[in-house]
């Protein structure tokens, strides 16, 4: 993503959110939308670190009968040529087995794992295990992490680094935080990784905004609402706004 | 580690584990607080003020010590010459043992600088006891319950709301207290700069279940002390209801080293351990569920389940990490009672001895009536009554088809 100088597209789906096959459907279309990676979300009983959109999706999914495997299946079966990430929480990757986990998401075609309540030094010898089979452990940063807890945490991250631009829940807000640029920059300072913001970014002036100053743009909560609501027609509209505005925020990039 | 040392039960390391278990699984937002809370703790801990403030207040506003009640008729129940004691944790203000906790993690947050409180409830004891604390130190207060517990614990949901807390109910999910506990947590990630999460049983990530054993542990402090005046000699066994699991660690810690006592924990069983029922440690399988690793409530899939008891305090599928230690180093015995023996014991002591216990609290009550004959004669078995059982009158009217 950085060849082009421009920000790469990230966006976020629940797995088997509306449906399992339009859960596909979707991956391909935001892969043929322009899109540089796909994130996958594995879904979660109790997902205490998403707002009511992705609870809501990831709850519809569980109850038709969405599971690990099934998640798994599923990305296999989309045959996407772009890098996926799968995002979950840890029990479900626990109760699968980490190593079988990250073995049979390498096999699905997934290039990275993103665990949202593992964070980085929390459990050393779990991250070990979960990083030992070839996916990037991709890390998460949070407007109240630490310099000093910062240079830690960047410490063997190997992908990219996820930014949360704001303190709360995945969710879309109002506006992008003001102090972005600085926020990446305090990041940047401390690790070569590339750098993606997400939480909070669901128009195309917000992913245009993060797309000035990230590398990266994460948009999860706004897609998944748009698959909801207006099933696979909305998602096309909604993402071919992002990748315009990811691409043309490449031409005001220093 | 099968076998329990004396003085070396309870192992905190600076992951803050019990053996494998605890731990700090929460997103990275989270983690400066916890860090924060851990070190202010500490210090709270070497201040001798901090200590000296807590005491004042457990002694003159909420009436500690608790006393030790002696109940003849229902010990003849248990064994002739058997005595049954209870640790009365129900006659603190505000009616249970969450108090202990709430004051002192207030006194916490008012070190760190926060002044807006937040809580999960079940029962809604803990709210209660939180808004409580919150009132008496100026605190904004926001309590976050299920609506099914809402509904269930009408009375409690009041008397939150008559100090001043604003309590929020949570419709995902279960609409139970594992729900509770869930916007809990996105509120405190939202608001971690000027909030304290004060958290009412031994779990979520450490430092919480170390630093509430801590402020329970007074309890078994106590009823030691107690009990040693009163028969001179320790209990034979030591029984306390487990949800979270805060009241049975403020008991038992005190007894660990204590290798000749008995430790009995007693879960829901709810409708039974083959139906729905609250059992983690009978029934469970280590994960990572609120912050913690420990024993849980999941299908095949790593999903958590939900869990089922009558009593609403209970109603949770996890439980604290160090009960899972102590569950596998063998130092506790867990066992589980259902609904109608729950429901039977409250019954049983409020006829036989004129105490309404909580619906929690019976569980442990209703353990040691199923084993008569267990005990011999001089046999001391200290029970802790947690909470009493006002809250639950309405409920138990309904279920026993009384109209109130």
């Known amino acids: 993503m950085r060849a082009e100088r421009r920000a790469a597209l990230m966006p976020y789906v629940t797995a088997g959110y509306p449906s399992p096959a339009a859960c596909r459907d979707a991956l391909r279309l935001a892969e043929r939308a322009g899109a540089d990676f796909l994130e996958v979300g594995v879904p979660f009983s109790d997902p205490l670190a998403d707002g009511p959109t992705i609870q809501r999706s990831t709850q519809a999914a569980l109850d038709q009968g969405m599971t690990v495997a099934g998640v798994l299946d599923l990305v296999r079966e989309a045959r996407l040529d772009v890098p996926v990430v799968i995002m979950t929480y840890l029990n479900p990757v626990l109760a699968f087995g980490v190593e079988r986990f990250v073995a049979a998401a390498q096999a699905a075609g997934a290039s990275g794992l993103l665990l949202t309540d593992l964070p980085a030094g929390a459990d050393p010898a779990l991250e070990r295990r979960a990083a030992a089979g070839g996916l990037a452990l991709i890390r998460l940063i949070a407007p109240t992490t630490p310099d000093s807890r910062l240079a830690e945490a960047v410490r063997g991250a190997t992908g990219f680094i996820y930014l949360i631009s704001r303190l709360g829940v995945t969710g879309v807000r109002e506006q992008v935080p003001p102090d972005l640029e600085r926020q990446v920059a305090r990041v940047k300072a401390a690790t070569p990784l590339p750098v993606a913001i997400g939480f909070g970014i669901g128009s195309a002036a917000q992913a245009a905004a993060a797309a000035r100053v990230a590398d990266g743009v994460i948009v999860g909560s706004a897609l998944v609402e748009a698959l909801g609501n207006g099933g696979l027609a909305s998602a096309e509209r909604l993402l071919a706004e992002l990748v315009t505005a990811v691409r043309s925020a490449a031409e005001q990039r220093s | ?404």
């Open chain 2, 1 to 404: 580690m099968r076998r329990a040392e004396a003085g070396a039960v309870t192992v905190t390391t600076d992951l803050g584990r019990f053996g494998p278990y605890g731990g700090r699984y929460v997103p990275e937002t989270l983690m400066a607080a916890l860090d924060e809370l851990a070190r202010v703790y500490e210090a709270a801990t070497a201040d001798p003020a901090f200590a000296a403030e807590l005491e004042a207040l457990l002694k003159d506003y909420v009436g500690r010590p608790t006393p030790l009640s002696d109940v003849p008729r229902l010990s003849a129940q248990v064994g002739a010459g058997v005595r049954v004691v209870l640790k009365r944790e129900d006659l603190n203000h505000t009616g249970a043992h969450k108090i202990n906790n709430t004051l002192g993690q207030a006194l916490l947050a008012r070190r760190m600088g926060k002044r807006r409180i937040i809580a999960e409830t079940g029962a809604g004891q803990h709210g209660v006891a939180t808004a409580t604390v919150c009132a008496r130190f100026g605190l904004d207060c926001v309590v976050y319950m299920g609506e099914e517990d809402m509904r269930r614990q009408r009375l409690n949901v009041y008397r939150m709301e008559l100090m001043g807390a604003r309590v929020v109910p949570v419709s995902s999910g279960t609409r139970t207290l594992k729900d509770a506990t869930n916007e809990a947590l996105r509120d405190w990630v939202t608001n971690v700069t000027t909030t304290h999460y004060i958290i009412g049983s031994v779990v979520g990530p450490d430092p919480f279940p170390r630093i509430v054993r801590d402020f329970q542990a007074v309890i078994g402090r106590e009823a030691r002390e107690q009990v040693l005046q009163r028969f001179g000699r320790l209990p034979r066994t030591v029984v306390a209801c487990v949800g979270g699991g805060s009241n049975a660690l403020g008991i038992f810690t005190a007894f660990l080293g204590d290798r000749e006592v008995e430790l009995v924990g007693v879960e829901a069983a709810g409708e039974g351990l083959e139906g729905r029922h609250a059992a983690s440690l009978a029934r469970g399988r280590p994960g990572v569920f609120h912050g913690s690793l420990s024993y849980l409530l999941q299908d095949e899939d790593g999903q958590v389940q939900p869990a089922h008891s009558v009593s609403a305090g209970l109603d949770y599928p996890g439980v604290g990490p160090e009960h899972a230690y102590l569950k596998d180093a063998g130092r506790v015995l867990y066992e589980a009672v259902t609904d109608r023996q729950a429901l039977d014991a409250f019954a049983g002591l409020s006829r036989l001895e004129g105490i309404l216990p909580a619906l929690e609290s019976a569980h442990a009550v209703a353990w040691v009536l199923a084993h008569p004959g267990r005990w011999s004669a001089g046999d001391v078995v200290l029970i802790n009554l947690s909470g009493r059982g006002d809250k639950d009158v309405a409920l138990v009217a309904d279920l026993t088809g009384v109209r109130t």
